[in-house]
């Protein structure tokens, strides 16, 4: 069966410093795959998806950035957080329309 | 415009009631529909996704998609309190998914 691992479950960062956050599929090949932003009380932003490998689509111009350097890692960076980045973000994988799958997501706090 | 607007409630019922969630979608190209639940502080978990239109059953929860007038509802029979959470509506178009803001539902024993 298929499992998707996302970590760090939680961190708290200061304004200013890097940030990384990965994600790993496993039980599928050649997923698409997604990162989407909750704020608190609010609906799923999405911030970036994948078809492939070193594809990467960016859908909100931000100081974020994605990467997918094998075929079920999608990591999801930033060279200096704001405070406007805290929030749940969540990490998905599809091979079907219709069927999106989500990692446990996390939570960060720019303090 | 949104691809997809939701009802934001909340929504509280009494055990046993019938709940009925909806939304609207924009694009009258959509074909793929989906109802997540998600629990505090975790990640959305699918419930059921329909194609075009139509209804889908799945033990207590029907999805009904009408796409004469883009609106898309899940009904929840028997409503149990482990039902209480927050719903989301998403649709589905060229390799990407958007969501409703979700609709908080309260079931009270």
């Known amino acids: 069966s298929q499992t998707i691992h996302q970590w760090p479950a939680t961190l708290v960062q200061p304004v200013g410093s890097p940030l990384s956050l990965e994600c790993t599929v496993e039980?599928?090949?050649?997923?698409?795959l997604y990162w989407y932003r909750q704020a608190a009380g609010r609906g799923l932003q999405l911030l970036f998806y994948s078809v492939g490998i070193g594809q990467i689509s960016s859908e909100v111009p931000q100081n974020l950035s994605a990467s997918r350097p094998q075929d079920r890692q999608f990591i999801l960076s930033s060279k200096k957080l704001l405070l406007s980045d805290s929030g749940f973000y969540l990490c998905?994988?599809?091979?079907?329309?219709?069927?999106?799958?989500f990692g446990e997501g996390s939570r960060l706090t720019v303090l | 415009q949104k691809e997809v607007e939701q009802d934001p409630g909340p929504l509280s019922v009494p055990e046993g009631a019938i709940v009925s969630l909806n939304c609207t979608y924009s694009?009258?190209?959509?074909?793929?529909f989906m109802w997540y639940r998600q629990y505090s502080r975790k990640g959305p978990e699918l419930l059921m996704y329909t194609y075009s239109s139509g209804n889908k059953e799945d033990g207590r929860f029907t999805a009904q998609v009408d796409k004469s007038s883009k609106y898309i509802s899940l009904f929840i029979r028997d409503s149990q309190p482990s039902d209480s959470a927050t719903y989301l509506c998403?649709?589905?178009?060229?390799?990407?998914?958007?969501f409703g803001s979700g609709t908080k539902l309260n079931v009270k024993p």
């Open positions: 694009n009258s190209a959509f074909q793929y």
């Open positions: 039980g599928t090949s050649n997923p698409n």
């Open positions: 998403a649709v589905y178009n060229f390799n990407k998914f958007y």
């Open positions: 998905a994988w599809s091979v079907n329309p219709g069927e999106l799958f």
